[in-house]
């Protein structure tokens, strides 16, 4: 069994990826969902049973963009070894900054009428917009933030932590303080950023209606979109000899570094790259919440990411995804009809996985006989 | 010899009538109270203070506060505590209660601003001629905070009569606070107070002082008087000097208190991961069960609470601990070497404690009773107050690290531990069990682990929550201090506690705490290990 | 020192006056030790004499307390980090074979394979004929082309002494460290593998260590003696093992 795409000699490997069949059954089922889910909602009358109402719609968005997180995580964790206990940070940056651009965006629609402030600086008194808030009325301006913010700090971050090898758990240990700071940071009113409230009454994005059901719907379809494109990029960075490179990272990495390989930079640029895909996945869910606060940053959203990936199955991209929809449908599902339950079911979940399912549901689904593939015997 | 003896009877007699008496005259007193008008009130406290009995000065703070009611019924008098129903009323001299009744059902024993003048008189007498010299500087304390020119009288006569020097001086700045708040007092007499003044351990007399040395809006000060000004200018100087070094000493002791916490909630953490290289998510929940054990315990005794501390101690230690050695047996074994995945297991693990304590106490938080020889503090003078509780803490951690200490040093079983620290394999081909090394190391790390969690519950809040606020500062301490050395963990435990704690004042706990973060990011650049890492080979290697 | 030599003689690798205690323990105590370019030289000696410490100092994972560590005489090993020293073309096996078990025979050489290894390059690496080409060489000289598309973690431990062995060739360094490379293999692979590091030696230079004195017998080649972290003994293995001091330290104590 290879871990990669077979050598062919057919064009750029882009093209021989998308020929993979994981690869396109994935993104033929995000298709389907892309195109299905908007005509049950809007074409399919509400009283038929084949209705899909607009709180799922969103719901399934909300997934979606989870998954993508999901995706982020995988690419350093599952194909490199770096445990990030903080990856949320990258995300609820990301979603700051997108809230921000929709913040400018209600104007004077808010409760205060102010044109220029949003409502809760004119509730702290405040006379001016602090600085950091400048440039965020435009689109262009926001979404270059949302690449940015998330990718410098991971970039600082990055380099002053590889640079120096902490690795394994006490890398681990720092992300999480990392994360753990921009909570504390963020929840002071002082910081600008909306306090322990968040920035929320949007009113709309790009001149279109948040609460329309055109705009839910398209905001789902380019969430979808962009979750097939990270895939892509991502399934492209893991099958070029880079991911040889990160798996060898990940599995011997005093090794690697004597074949040559500087491990920090390719330590550095992943973490970068899955930092700048976990804010654009908090950009895209922000405006389909409608909410983004600084509870986004607490240390436990950063490590539930970790179990979606374990539980779906670690360096495999698409396990990432599955498992961030199932463990998310579950946490809809319990916390609505057995709220007790729902903490129990997640810790459990942690406590089973790393036991019993190293490999993840996917581990699970390889032993099946009718999936297994041809096993390798020792002996010269 | 009958003689005597006749006349040591008729003595004692006397003695044991003498309370009686007082009872009696109370009583009487207290048929009238409930009808007197104001002015007659005046006289009726007056004779109280004058029973000089035991019960006379709770009586008339009572009536000051306004806590003394009587039932309209029967006109019986007692102290009234509120209660579901309205109030409950207690005898004044047998405490027993004399019934619940409704608001309507009782009325309190009034009084008006002539009356609260001649009782703080009244009371501030009665202090002042308490028996315990700590009790009589307690009492001019008072007066220097909150001075009153009636009680000036009150002064010069305990001041005539007091023998001990430490309540004289104390009594002088009282006097001289008294003065201050007289307006009408003459200059050479403010001076002197001022004089006095310059040199009290009290805060409030630098407000005193202040009062001469303010300044208009242009920068001139309002006192027209010249002499007068130089001499409060220099008064606040001093007083001003002596108030920095007292809260610098203040701020000393609430960060060693801190860091002592740190000590105890860090310290098992880092024996785990020393010996067995993971860490514990679960840590923190491990100090909440210790705090929730602290609790049950005191419900289950809820007479003996001075006792309960100290039953709670070993109480919660085996608690966590057998918890811990559960968890090891159950959960990390089957991990081994692979730590990433013991941080996610343990993580786990942490979430179901959490929801477990939630479903069988309850989400909110519970109260956990301080027992009175814990409570209070030492006012080791009007600038520097010591609670008490967190002078037992500080003390408890450090007999735990000695415990700790002796334990790795002495025991076989501390050979053990440091010898699987340094060198697993080693160790195992010795002959040393690793595993039960690893279940009883999981188990003590846990047990120290309740037995922080007993102290914080004389701190803090005890709520499921409870661990999940002290686990990142756990982290951060054994990062900084290196795993494998004791004195490293104490190390970095005292020196986060105070940098926290002089950070403070300065920029808030929030920044602080920050700050501390981004500071343990950058230092794990240079010092991966943390200060006190054992060299050699390592476990992570 | 160095300066003295330079402008005489080019050297492959050269250690002077090198120490490196640990916590007290001195591993290596004035260690000399000079290759020249093209050469193959032996090195032998008792456990815990510091020829792993040696070879780590040399590729950097550690650095010395004291003394100089060249190669070809102009670069100053101790201020480059592995990475570099890899680059540089210093190549080491392991004494315990470390091949990336998570990825297949194939890959782990394509990874070692000579070239950029900048991240960019990784990015958009695509194997051109050449490079193919050197692999089925390297396939040829180790055997395991039956292994091919296999996990390297399924292969026996003598084969994954060959594939690192592989990978060592494919990386194609100036100067190759071999730590033990006949352990664990057949007397047939020793032959085999004796043969290979000298046609190696010449292009390239190479330093073995190793325990088996046959084999060291058959690389017919310069042996240097170390213990206790200093060179007690240089020169053909005949003589070396008439050495007194060798003779002690081997069979006396």
């Known amino acids: 069994m290879t871990s990669t795409v077979p050598l062919t000699k057919g064009g750029p490997l882009i093209v021989q990826l998308l020929r993979e069949k994981s690869t396109s059954r994935f993104l033929m089922t995000l298709a389907a969902l892309a195109i299905l889910m908007p005509v049950l909602n809007l074409a399919v009358p509400q009283d038929s049973m084949f209705h899909v109402s607009t709180y799922t719609l969103t719901l399934l968005g909300k997934y979606l963009s989870y998954a993508m997180l999901a995706l982020a995580v995988d690419l350093i964790w599952g194909y490199c070894g770096i445990l990030s206990l903080g990856h949320g940070a990258f995300f609820a940056l990301g979603g700051y900054a997108m809230g921000m651009y929709l913040m400018r965006q209600v104007g004077d629609r808010g409760v205060y009428g102010d044109p220029l402030l949003p409502d809760f600086m004119v509730f702290l008194n405040w006379s001016e917009l602090p600085w950091f808030w400048l440039g965020f009325d435009q689109f262009w301006f926001a979404a270059l933030m949302i690449l940015l913010v998330p990718g410098t700090l991971a970039f600082a971050f990055g380099w002053l932590a590889f640079r120096s090898r902490v690795t394994g758990v006490y890398l681990s240990i720092i992300t999480q303080a990392l994360t753990y700071a921009l909570m504390l940071a963020f929840f002071r009113n002082e910081m600008g950023f909306g306090g322990n409230n968040g920035l929320t009454d949007f009113k709309d994005i790009l001149g279109f209606d948040l609460q329309s059901d055109a705009t839910r719907n398209t905001l789902f379809v380019v969430t979808a979109v962009l979750l097939a494109l990270a895939y892509v990029f991502c399934r492209w960075i893991t099958t070029s000899k880079f991911g040889r490179v990160l798996v060898a990272v990940r599995d011997a990495e005093s090794r690697t570094r004597f074949m040559g390989y500087r491990v920090e930079h390719y330590k550095l640029f992943v973490f970068v790259v899955s930092a700048v895909i976990a804010g654009i996945a908090g950009a895209l869910y922000v405006p389909q919440v409608g909410i983004i606060n600084p509870g986004e940053f607490s240390p436990i959203n950063s490590i539930e990411i970790i179990i979606w990936v374990a539980i779906g199955g670690r360096g495999t991209l698409y396990g990432a995804v599955i498992g961030a929809f199932i463990v998310n449908y579950a946490k809809t599902y319990f916390t609505a009809a057995f709220p007790e339950l729902w903490l129990f079911l997640l810790g459990g979940l942690f406590v089973v996985t790393t036991l019993y399912l190293p490999k993840g549901i996917k581990g699970l689904m390889d032993r099946l006989p009718v999936l297994r593939k041809t096993t390798l015997t020792e002996g010269a | 010899m009958t003689m005597l003896k006749w006349l040591v009877v008729t003595l004692f007699a006397g003695l044991c009538a003498a309370p009686l008496q007082a009872e009696d005259s109370i009583a009487e007193i207290f048929t009238a109270l409930p009808k007197a008008s104001f002015s007659q009130k005046a006289e009726l406290m007056a004779q109280i203070a004058a029973t000089e009995s035991d019960q006379a000065l709770d009586i008339l703070q009572a009536i000051y506060d306004g806590n003394l009611y009587y039932i309209k019924a029967d006109k019986r008098v007692g102290y009234a505590a509120s209660s579901p129903e309205g109030f409950v009323l207690s005898d004044v001299f047998s405490g027993e209660s004399l019934g619940e009744y409704g608001k309507r059902k009782v009325k309190k024993i009034t009084i008006n601003n002539s009356l609260r003048r001649d009782l703080s008189q009244l009371i501030a007498g009665f202090k002042l001629r308490a028996e315990e010299p700590s009790l009589r500087i307690q009492a001019a304390r008072d007066m220097v905070n909150s001075p009153s020119t009636d009680l000036l009288p009150l002064i010069d006569q305990a001041l005539k009569v007091e023998a001990v020097a430490s309540v004289r001086e104390v009594l002088e700045v009282a006097r001289a606070a008294t003065l201050l708040a007289d307006r009408g007092a003459d200059k050479q007499e403010i001076i002197a107070a001022l004089g006095v003044l310059a040199e009290a351990t009290d805060t409030n007399a630098i407000n005193l002082v202040s009062r001469y040395t303010l300044k208009d809006r242009d920068g001139n000060y309002l006192e027209q008087d010249s002499d007068l000004v130089a001499a409060a200018e220099q008064a606040l100087d001093s007083l001003n000097g002596r108030q920095s070094f007292y809260t610098l000493v203040q701020n000393l002791f609430f960060g060693v208190s801190l860091g002592s916490v740190l000590l105890l909630t860090a310290v098992g953490l880092a024996i785990t991961f020393g010996v067995m290289g993971v860490i514990n998510m679960a840590h923190g929940e491990m100090i909440m069960i210790g705090a929730y054990a602290t609790y049950t315990v005191q419900l289950l005794m809820p007479n003996m609470i001075g006792m309960s501390i100290l039953v709670a101690i070993p109480v919660a230690f085996l608690v966590s601990g057998l918890t811990g050695v559960l968890v090891e047996r159950l959960i990390i074994r089957h991990l081994y070497g692979r730590p990433l995945e013991t941080l996610l297991a343990t993580f786990g693990l942490s979430l179901v404690l959490q929801q477990l304590v939630r479903t069988i106490y309850s989400p909110l938080n519970r109260s956990v009773i301080t027992p009175e020889w814990m409570s209070g503090s030492w006012a080791v003078n009007g600038m520097l107050s010591l609670t008490y509780n967190r002078l037992y803490i500080i003390i408890f951690s450090f007999l735990v690290l000695l415990a700790l200490i002796a334990l790795m040093k002495k025991t076989s079983f501390g050979l053990q531990m440091r010898a699987v620290t340094m060198n697993r394999k080693m160790a195992s081909s010795m002959g040393i069990k690793t595993g039960w090394v690893d279940a009883l190391t999981f188990g003590l790390g846990s047990g120290i682990a309740g037995i922080a969690g007993v102290a914080l519950s004389q701190l803090t809040n005890v709520g499921p929550n409870l661990g999940q606020a002290y686990i990142i500062d756990s982290f951060m301490v054994v990062v900084f201090g290196g795993v494998g050395n004791l004195f490293g963990t104490l190390f970095a435990a005292m020196s986060l506690g105070l940098a926290n704690k002089f950070m403070e004042p300065m920029v808030g706990a929030v920044l602080a705490k920050i700050l501390m973060l981004v500071f343990i990011i950058l230092f794990i650049q240079k010092w991966p290990r943390g200060l006190f890492a054992i060299k050699g080979r390592f476990v992570e290697d | ?253």
């Open chain 3, 1 to 253: 020192m160095l300066s003295q030599i330079s402008l005489q003689e080019k050297t492959a690798l050269y250690l002077s006056g090198v120490n490196k205690s640990f916590d007290g323990f001195k591993a290596i105590n004035n260690l000399n030790l000079m290759i020249a370019p093209g050469e193959l030289r032996a090195i032998i000696g008792p456990n815990g004499a510091g020829k792993t410490t040696m070879m780590d100092l040399i590729t950097g994972k550690i650095r010395p307390d004291s003394g100089e560590i060249y190669f070809r005489s102009a670069i100053d090993l101790t201020k480059h980090s592995e990475a570099e020293i890899a680059n540089l073309g210093i190549g080491r096996k392991f004494q315990k074979p470390t091949v990336i078990e998570t990825l297949t025979v194939f890959e782990n050489l394509e990874l070692a394979l000579a070239g950029k290894r900048r991240v960019r390059d990784a990015l958009l690496f695509r194997l051109d004929p050449q490079g193919r080409a050197r692999i089925d060489e390297v396939f040829d000289t180790i055997g395991l082309d039956d292994r091919r598309h296999h996990l390297a973690g399924s292969l026996a431990h003598g084969q994954k002494q060959r594939l690192e062995i592989g990978m060592l060739l494919a990386q194609s360094p100036e100067l190759l460290l071999v730590d033990e490379p006949a352990a664990g293999m057949t007397d047939e692979e020793t032959e085999t593998l004796s043969r290979l590091l000298k046609s190696i030696a010449g292009e390239h230079s190479v330093v073995v260590v190793e325990h088996d004195m046959e084999f060291i017998r058959s690389l017919d080649t310069t042996v240097t003696v170390l213990h206790e972290g200093t060179v007690i003994a240089e020169g053909p293995l005949a003589k070396v093992q008439q050495d007194q001091r060798v003779i002690e330290v081997y069979l006396g104590r």
